[in-house]
C-alpha cells in the first residue's frame, strides 16, 4: 500500500501494514556487509501479509518460512491515526539466541486497542546464524561484522524516517527485545560507545541474554571452520568464493560446533564479536564505565530462566562441563567457586539429579544477572529513580509438571496479549488470564509515558523504582503482584558472575 505524505491522508488498513522492505535483498555480494536501503520501485505494493522470516541455525524448527531474503519490517497503527498523531512508537525486537527470528511476526493490534489506540507497534526481522554473525578479519576487510546488530540498527533508522507517514512520532521511539532481543537492547544502549544517535528515548530488556561476546581474532576458528564446510580456500578471496556458492550450501555449515578443546557444542554458536565500532568493548565494561545512551529503562527476569537451556546433568561433573561448554576459558578456581554456590539442589520432574544446579547457574549467569546489572548501571550513572525491574513469578502448571514453572520469556503472551502471540490454548487464557490486563498495562504505560505507572491497570501497585544499592523490584504473581528487595542470596551470586565476566565473554 502506497502511503503519502500528506496530513490528511488517513491510514485506512485496520491497524496494519506489514511486510514491507526496509532494506535491501542481502544476497549475493551483499551477502555478509551491512544493510543497504531498499530498491526505489514504482508503483503500488502490497503490505498486507508478514514476509519472510531469516535464515539460521534454528531452521527446522517451526519458523515461519525461513529465507535469505527477510529484511522485512511490521507496522500496527490505529486506523484513525494520521501523519499529524504523533503516536508514541514501541518497537520491538525479537530473540532467538542470534540462531533463528523465533519471536517473529507477534500481532500488535492487542496492544493498540487497549492503549486507547495510543501507540504504534513496530517488529522486525534480522540476519541471525552465519548470515548475521559470521566473524573474521577478512569479514572486516570484504564485508562488515555484526550485520544482524546493523539491521535492527537500520531498521531503527528507517522508523526515523518513515513513521510519522504511519502516525508515529519518531522523537518518542521506545525499544524492546526478549532474549537475545534483549541482548540486543544493550548493545544498542552501547553502541559506538553510548553515542546517542537520537533512535530512542526508552528501553525495554526482557530476560537479557549475554552469552560469549568475542573479539574478532577469538573466533578466527569458527571462520576457518565455516570456509572449510563450504569448500572455500581461507585465502585473500575467501569472501568472494562464500558469496559465490548457492543457499543450501550456506545454509549446511551454518550448525552449532564445540568450541576449541570441548567436546560438546554450547547452546549458542553464531553471536555478536566486539568489532572495535558498533561493539566497542564487552559489555560488562561498557556498562560499567557508563559508555550507554542514558535512558529510561524497565528490564527483568523469570524465576526459570535457565530451565529450557540447561543440560540435563546427572553428576557434578556434567554440571561444570555443560558450564565450561558455553563459556570454555573458566579457570578451575572459578568452577570451584560456581560449584560452591550451586551445590546439588532439590530434584526436579523428569530431570537428572544435578539439573537444578546447571539450570539455576546457567539462568543466573546468562540472563538474570545480566537484567540486574543492566539495571543496577543505568541507576549509577542515569538515575535511581527512571529504571524499573521486575520478578516474573506467574506459574504455569503444564510446564511445572516438566520441571520449569516459570520459564525463559514467559510474560510475553500477556505483554502483547495471548492472542497475539500463539500460545495456543496456554494458561493466559484461563487460570493466568487475570495478569494479562496487569502486564500489558505497565508495559503500555512506559512506552507511553517512559512510566509504568502513569497508565497501569486499576488495583494495581506502584512499580517502585529500582533505587540505588541493591534494588528493589516487581514480583508478578497472581493474587500477589508487589514490591520486594532483590534478595541477597542472588547479589552475591550476580557479583560473582560479573567477577567472571573478563573470562566468561571470552
Known sequence: MEVKDNPSQRLSIWDTRIGMRFAAPPLGDLRFRAPR??????GTQSAASFQATCLGSYVGFGLENPQEDCLFINVFTPSNATTNSKL???FYIQGGGYSGNTNANYNGTEVVVNSGHGVILVNMNYRVGAFGFLASEKVRRDGDLNVGLLDQRKAMQWVQKYIHLFGGDPDHVVI??????????AYHLTAYGGRDEGLFVGAISES???PTHRTVPEMEFQFSRFAANVSCPNDANVMSCIRSKDLATLQSADYYQPFPGRQNAPDWYFLPVVDGTFSPDLL???LSQGRFVKVPLLTGHDTDEGNGFAANAATN??????????????TTSQLQRINASYPLMPPLPLHAEWFPSAAAAYGDSTFKCPSNYLASSLSRYFSPNRVWNYHYNVTDLTDAAFGSAVPHTAETPAIFGPESTDCGDCSYFTYNAPIVPVVMSYWISFVRRLDPNVERARGSPVWGSFGRGGGQRLKFQIGDTVMEPVDGDQLR????WRGFAQTMEQ
Open 88 to 90: 508514541p512508537v514501541w
Open 208 to 210: 537479557t541474554f549475554f
Open 317 to 330: 561433573e556434567e554440571f561444570l562441563s555443560f558450564m565450561v561448554d558455553n563459556y570454555p576459558k573458566l
Open 284 to 286: 560488562y565494561n561498557l
Open 176 to 185: 524492546h527485545g526478549a532474549s537475545a532481543g534483549a541482548g540486543s537492547i
Open 37 to 42: 536501503d531498499p530498491p526505489r520501485t514504482n
Open 493 to 496: 551470586k550476580c557479583e560473582m
